[in-house]
């Protein structure tokens, strides 16, 4: 098989409905396992994805989002977040998709480095506690775009 | 697609997997293991041996899967098949390529 020109992948996650933090996770771990380097960038609601108190209670977008298919007025009704949320998580568990703790261990053992960016961790008031252990440093834009060191860098912003 | 390794007329697919993984034998393995860059120690032979299980329990493989196995955590798995590790470990193996995501 050929080998591929990407070497390395560079993801900066802004956004923290659960299709947009599964498909940086995903895009991450099938990055290591092709034996190509990953590291995830977090920044404004991405966030909420690295927050301790926060990665487990992430939600699908039932509002703005067509593909759900349901009157955006039937999409804001209470209690349709959830549930939506819920129905997509028995879907990701039939698949043996980890939830997003697990998975966040998963990419830290696998090498892809997870940054926050310093701007929103200011803005959003927070601080290094309220972030996962796993996390490998709050970094600027400019840091991370000096992490794309080799030829063959990729940057995907989700 | 055929191919000779150590000696034997193997049955592999385009990648070099093989298709039958009762053709397959420890001198195999060393030799897609030298293929791969990989030098096969005890703990690799733990991982290929708990592959084989998987795969004629008809368990899909995956990342996660590696992290359950009791065996090696995902760390070590890295290590031990650097550079795309659940691709280089089924090959070795004798097991058919994964078509997991995840």
Known sequence: MSQSKVKKMLFILSKATIENVYAAFIMANGARMEGIDAEVFFT???????QTKKLKKLRVATVGNPAMHMPTMVGGLPGMEAFATMMMKKEMDKLDMPPVDEFLEILSASGVKLWACKLAVDMFHLEEKDLIEDLDGILTIGDFYSRADVEGTQIIFI | MESNIAGIILDVTEDG???DLSQWNKEIAKEIAK?????LQDKHWEVITWLQEQVKKEVTLSVRGIKKSGVVDIKEFYTLFPGGPLKKATRIAGVPKPKSCI
Not at chain 1, 44 to 50: D, N, Q, V, Y
Not at chain 2, 35 to 39: D, I, L, N, Q, T
Request: net charge negative.
């Open chain 2, 35 to 39: 293929e791969e860059g990989v030098e």
């Open chain 1, 44 to 50: 404004f609601f991405g966030l909420e994805a690295i």
């Open chain 2, 17 to 19: 997997y093989l298709n």
